[in-house]
């Protein structure tokens, strides 16, 4: 099987993926945002021949209240600090009656308008935004991913998939997802500074590091070959599409040229590599974010041809390792 592959993956979560750390107030303009960046995301992957994973939390598939409460698992978890869990503290008071009174919590019309374009993968990014690496047990994990899949059902949605939130999973979490007929997750890039991390362990050091890491090659190009264990194959991420802001802008030039080069890393050696952001991080600036995207879907089109690279979900990827072996 040809691994020379082009993966995006979206973690695309609205209000649930940032509740803890950000307002409607704080960070409303990108979360709206969304609304215009999943249709300008859809014309330009048509355009490009790019065949994307949207990893999606479970609670976006609801189209009311009503419907988002009938899939709330009864095993909820018990993090250790409350403010992770959508559940505590009175949090799903504030959640709107639908997605017309409440678009930071809501996300059904969209979803739908990616399904419209079946290249494209909805894979999972757990039920409730569940934080592996903070406390909660297995068991309630297993239970919000039971969510996830029965509600995604609901819309004929099959999920292989799955992106795990803040990136946090342990050996236990991989196996739960194996066992519930999950085939693909992203891994963290290999280097020191992308390790799994709860939030507490996440040092400004190491933010630093990573930020430096988009403009310059600190920890290498992250390319990378499938692995399969067990019937789940890990397709790493290669790189954060780390968004437009104005004071940054005058290094886009580097971020591009970081990007490009280990997509040429990645094609000369017939291996894959992955970017990976969420849709809010467009949501902002979107011009300039959708420019930028579309300089490195230019140079994919250029593997494309150069060196056979391809445009493939993690969906894929993971059917054909299993049925070829890697
Ligand atoms: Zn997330």
Avoid at 23 to 45: D, K, M, W
Wanted: aromatic share 12%; with cysteine.
């Amino acid at each position: 099987m040809n691994q020379n592959v082009f993966v995006i993956s979206l973690d695309f979560e609205l209000l649930w993926g940032v509740r803890d750390k950000r307002t409607r107030e704080s960070y409303g303009a990108n979360l709206l945002g969304v609304r215009q960046v999943i249709p300008r995301l859809l014309e330009l992957f048509d355009r490009y021949g790019v065949n994307a994973t949207f990893a999606t939390v479970g609670f976006l598939f609801a189209k009311n209240k009503e419907e988002l409460l009938e899939f709330v698992p009864t095993d909820l978890p018990r993090y250790s600090a409350d403010r992770y869990s959508p559940y505590a503290n009175g949090y799903m008071d504030t959640v709107g009656a639908n997605e017309e009174e409440d678009p930071y919590h809501y996300g059904s019309s969209l979803i739908d308008r990616i399904l419209e374009h079946p290249g494209h993968e909805v894979a999972t990014h757990t039920f409730s935004h569940f934080y592996c690496l903070e406390g909660a047990s297995i068991a309630s994990f297993e239970a919000d991913l039971a969510a996830a899949q029965k509600i995604a059902g609901r819309k004929g949605v099959e999920l292989k998939s799955i992106v795990f939130p803040r990136n946090q999973y342990s050996q236990a979490h991989i196996d739960s997802c194996r066992k519930a007929g999950i085939i693909a997750f992203r891994a963290n890039e290999q280097s020191a500074v992308y390790t799994p991390r709860n939030n507490e362990d996440q040092s400004k050091v190491i933010r630093a590091a990573r930020f430096l890491d988009t403009y310059a090659n600190l920890t290498g190009h992250h390319s990378f070959v499938p692995v399969e264990t067990d019937g789940i194959v890990n397709i790493p991420a290669s790189r954060f599409l780390r968004p437009h802001t104005e004071r940054f802008s005058p290094f886009d030039g580097r971020k591009l040229a970081r990007i490009r080069g280990s997509m040429l890393h990645a094609a000369k050696r017939k291996q894959g590599f992955h970017l990976w952001w969420h849709p809010h991080n467009f949501g902002i600036h979107i011009d300039e974010n959708i420019r930028f995207l579309e300089e490195i879907l230019q140079f994919y089109r250029h593997l494309h041809q150069e060196f056979g690279m391809q445009s493939k979900t993690m969906r894929t990827i993971a059917e054909e390792t299993l049925a070829h072996g890697v």
